[in-house]
């Protein structure tokens, strides 16, 4: 068992993470799920740190989108949550509506690189309206609905030869979560390369 030396850099902290897919015919069992495997899979890829999953798979409604939203962070205490799915403008698609209603702070920045990552592919990426917020120390992402579109803005694109051509949206969100108060979270370059600025320094083993 290996001992703390004074003054070494923390062990990487346990993230939580919520993940919800929001789909009528998924959480009716119309249809398999394959939002939630899609984001614990890229997730699990991308992020160092261990991972607690806090996953949930629940239909179309704002009032309950909007629970569930407060439970996995007021109750569950997760430092990041992802919701995939209902973020179109059909009359169902009300994920950004109720991501909005649980909002301390507004963070539509996401939502604009999304939709150039998406545009990139389909003229109707502009019809996407995906969002994210704040809520206490806590970062809320709405991703699109198909698992090939949530690995593409989560991790941005690349030329042949593996150079990042448009940066994904996760390579700002370990130092947002700084920001507001949640645990050090690194990731794996190859995957996404986090950015942080020069004066942002790791925690310090006490």
């Known amino acids: 068992m290996s001992e703390e030396v004074p003054g070494a850099e923390a062990p990487l902290p346990c993230v939580r993470i919520g993940v919800v897919s929001i789909s009528d015919r998924a959480s009716s069992g119309v249809y398999e799920d394959k939002g939630l495997p899609a984001l614990q899979d890229w997730l699990g890829r991308a992020v160092r740190n261990p991972i607690e999953w ?3 798979l629940i239909a179309d409604e704002r009032p309950l989108i909007a629970q569930t939203l407060r439970e ?3 109750e569950a205490r997760c430092d990041l949550v992802l919701t ?3 973020t179109g403008p059909s009359p169902r698609d009300v994920t950004p509506e109720a991501t909005l209603d649980v909002a301390d702070k507004a963070l539509p920045g996401f939502g604009e690189q ?3 990552i998406s545009l990139r592919f389909v003229p109707t990426a502009i019809l996407s309206r995906q969002t ?3 809520r206490g120390q806590a970062l809320i992402l709405n ?3 198909q698992p090939k579109s949530i690995a593409e803005t989560l991790e941005g694109l690349r030329d042949a030869e593996g150079r990042s051509v448009v940066p994904g949206i996760f390579a700002a969100v370990p130092y947002c979560i700084d920001l507001i ?3 050090w979270i690194e990731t794996h370059a190859t995957v996404c390369a986090a950015f942080r600025p020069k004066t942002a320094k790791r925690p310090i083993a006490a």
Do not use: F, H, I
Request: glycine share 24%.
């Open 181 to 183: 108060g949640g645990p």
């Open 132 to 134: 994210a917020v704040v």
């Open 114 to 116: 999304m939709r150039q």
């Open 84 to 86: 995939t799915g209902g």
């Open 143 to 145: 991703l699109p609905g």
């Open 54 to 56: 806090v996953p949930r």
């Open 72 to 74: 996995l962070v007021d």
